[in-house]
């Protein structure tokens, strides 16, 4: 049976490994094993039904020693404060890495929204703003889009702190819609960052991008996006996707038989949580399997784009010996018994806070967007985008290379490496 995951143990198992390379002082070491921070409230929340409902809200600031924090808020059933800890920490991991002058934090709700009406969803919004207010802020600490959470949300959430602040400020939470202090290009940021960290990994294996097949599993934000990049960029091919389906309580893998999915057709099919119409999907020919059939295909690359732990000591064995990239879309989905098994079996991996900063980059360039009033077009933050991942990914590779460590490893040693030596600068270090 596959071990539960705990996120916070899984971040900070691989964080220790890494600390131990780098010969970190101990009490270095220990001051980033954890989260700076940690704050837990309860959200009072009116029903449609005239009933309260009491909800928990958290927000967990890791490490701001290279600027202020930065970290998504997410909205999902199964919320614990572990999670947001592991999800702070690789935060401050990601933007060191894409070499974004950010902070490491994260927020959320143990809610699921999808059982909310849209005023509850405001109320909630506006609620975790009015408990939090005091400790985020455009150079504090900004909040974005997660799991569970969209750009309405966030602008719910712009306004709550602008009325508490009085005056307009945009650049509290990125994520916002365009129109209403949004960047163009946020929405497709993270999975056309992963396709520009899978595009340099074929370069640097030598494959070809239109002889390569993708599996992917989830098709929410990162996967729509990651899908339609592979095909209308890279022009390679997708053999399925997956989801979680809300209406028969567990995940398909939706396949194409020819491994041709149209990413677009399907986005036109799928609800706002990443669920998507199987039956409108059969009548266009495609084949729904079990949940899990996405990670057994017979493709060049794996692309984990939904929750934690989906890479498992059990799962790993599934992966068809074709497999020569996983590119991590989601946040922790592998394991640290399946890295053991992707190491010997000399897969390429893409770590998942290299492999999904595009989000966090394009959230930082709406905050600067916000700071300056002046706006971007599509075409520039998406090339500024692409210009900052290609870097990440060389920055990682030369390390794996000179190192011959495994790319996390090497992801982990560029970040920590940065993380440690702003502390330092900042007089962190030398303790009287
Ligand atoms: P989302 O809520 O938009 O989509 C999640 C998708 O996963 C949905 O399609 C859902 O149906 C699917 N899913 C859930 N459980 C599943 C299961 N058991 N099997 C198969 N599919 C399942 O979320 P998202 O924003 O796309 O985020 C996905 C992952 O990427 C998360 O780990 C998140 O932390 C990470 N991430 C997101 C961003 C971003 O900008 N959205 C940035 C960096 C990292």
Redesign the pocket.
């Known amino acids: 049976m596959t071990k539960p995951i705990n996120a916070f143990k899984m971040a900070q198992g691989q964080f220790d490994h890494v600390a131990e390379l780098l010969d970190l002082e101990p009490y270095v070491a220990k001051m980033l094993r954890e989260p700076q921070r940690e704050y837990k409230c309860q959200i009072p929340v009116r029903m449609h039904d005239n009933t309260i409902q009491v909800f928990y809200g958290y927000r967990v600031q890791h490490n701001d020693a290279r600027g202020p924090l930065k970290g ?1 808020i ?1 909205f999902h059933p199964s919320e614990t404060l572990d999670t947001i800890r592991a ?1 702070s920490m690789w935060m401050t991991w990601k933007c060191a890495v894409a070499d974004i002058p950010l902070g490491g934090s994260k927020g959320g709700v143990a809610v699921d929204p999808a059982t909310l009406t849209e005023s509850e969803k405001e109320r909630l919004c506006r609620g975790w703003i009015d408990k939090f207010w005091n400790v985020i802020g455009p150079h504090q600490d900004v909040p974005a ?4 959470t969209n750009p309405q949300m966030m602008g719910w959430m712009m306004d709550e702190y602008s009325k508490i602040a009085r005056e307009y400020t945009p650049g509290v939470i990125t994520g916002k819609p365009v129109g209403g202090g949004g960047s163009l290009g946020r929405t497709e ?2 999975g056309f960052g992963v396709i520009y960290t899978v595009r340099e990994a074929l370069k640097h294996l030598k494959m070809d991008p239109e002889k390569t097949t993708v599996a992917i ?7 729509q996006y990651a899908a339609i990049g592979f095909v209308e960029q890279l022009k390679g091919k997708v053999a399925c996707v ?3 389906d809300r209406k028969d309580k567990q ?1 398909h893998t939706i396949s194409h038989p020819q491994n041709n999915v149209d990413p677009r057709f399907l986005q036109s099919i799928t609800d706002q ?3 998507i119409d199987k039956d409108k999907a059969i009548q266009a020919g495609y084949i729904i399997e079990d ?1 899990d059939a996405w990670i057994s295909k017979d493709v060049d690359i794996l692309i984990p ?4 732990g ?1 890479v498992n000591d059990q799962t790993v064995q599934k992966i068809s010996d074709r497999v020569k990239i996983i590119a991590e ?3 922790g989905p592998t394991t640290p018994e399946a890295d053991e098994v992707l190491k010997r079996n000399n897969i390429f991996l893409i770590p998942d806070f290299l492999c ?1 900063a595009g ?2 980059t394009v959230s930082y360039f709406e905050s600067v967007q916000n700071n300056m009033n002046y706006y971007w077009t599509r075409d520039e933050v998406l090339s500024r985008l692409n210009q900052k991942m290609t870097q990440a990914f060389k920055s990682v590779l030369q390390l794996t290379e000179q190192e011959k460590v495994y790319t996390r490893d090497a992801a982990y040693m560029v970040a920590i490496g940065r993380v440690v030596k702003a502390m330092e600068l900042r007089g962190w270090l030398y303790i009287p």
């Open positions: 998504g997410r999800l889009p997660d799991v569970g940021a993270t599993q989830g098709f929410g934000n990162v996967a997956s989801c979680w995940a949580y990443g669920t949940g784009a939904a929750l934690e989906q879309g989601a946040n999904n989000g966090v």
